[in-house]
C-alpha cells in the first residue's frame, strides 16, 4: 500500500534532478574600496558599522529588472560574499557606486573592509565575489 507512493516520490525526484541542472556560480572580480554609507541608491539609510555595499554603477543599472527607479532595483538587498587574501566577508548590497569604474567594482562599509584587510590599505585588486544564494 505505501510502496507504490514512495516508488512514485523517489522516481519523481530522481527525474526532477536529472532534469534540472545545476548552474556554476558566477565569480567576479573587482577592486573594492570603503564609503561611509548613508542614504542610498535603494532608499535605506545605513551605517559604516554595518556590513553593506555599494556595487559598481555598470552592474547596478544593468542589473535584470532594473528601472529608472532605483529604489525598486531587484539588486537591492542582494547579499555577495567577497574575499580577499583569505579572509572573506558577506555584505548586502544597498547602493549604487558611481565612483566605481570597474563593472564589477565594491565600496564597501569600513566595518565590511576591515574584516578583509586594514583600512590603511585603501584599495585592494583582485577582490572576487558572488552572489550569496
Known amino acids: 500500500?505505501?510502496?507504490?507512493?514512495?516508488?512514485?516520490t523517489a522516481l519523481t525526484f530522481t527525474a526532477l534532478s536529472e532534469a534540472i541542472p545545476l548552474?556554476?556560480?558566477?565569480?567576479?572580480t573587482g577592486d573594492?574600496?570603503?564609503?561611509?554609507?548613508?542614504?542610498?541608491?535603494?532608499?535605506?539609510?545605513?551605517?559604516?558599522?554595518?556590513?553593506?555595499a555599494a556595487i559598481g554603477h555598470i552592474a547596478f543599472d544593468s542589473y535584470p529588472g532594473a528601472?529608472?527607479?532605483?529604489n525598486t532595483n531587484p539588486i537591492c538587498?542582494?547579499?555577495?560574499?567577497?574575499?580577499?587574501?583569505?579572509?572573506?566577508v558577506t555584505v548586502e548590497i544597498v547602493d549604487?557606486?558611481?565612483g566605481c569604474a570597474g563593472e564589477y567594482?565594491?565600496?564597501?562599509?569600513?566595518?565590511?573592509?576591515?574584516?578583509?584587510?586594514?583600512?590603511?590599505?585603501?584599495r585592494l585588486t583582485g577582490v572576487t565575489w558572488e552572489y550569496v544564494a
Open 32 to 52: 573594492v574600496t570603503y564609503y561611509t554609507p548613508g542614504l542610498g541608491a535603494c532608499g535605506l539609510v545605513n551605517t559604516s558599522a554595518q556590513l553593506v
Open 77 to 88: 538587498g542582494k547579499k555577495v560574499t567577497a574575499s580577499y587574501g583569505g579572509h572573506s
Open 1 to 8: 500500500m505505501f510502496i507504490k507512493p514512495l516508488l512514485f
Open 105 to 122: 567594482d565594491l565600496d564597501l562599509s569600513s566595518t565590511a573592509f576591515s574584516e578583509l584587510a586594514p583600512l590603511s590599505v585603501g
Open 23 to 28: 548552474l556554476p556560480r558566477t565569480t567576479y
Open 67 to 70: 528601472t529608472a527607479n532605483p
Open 96 to 98: 549604487r557606486c558611481v
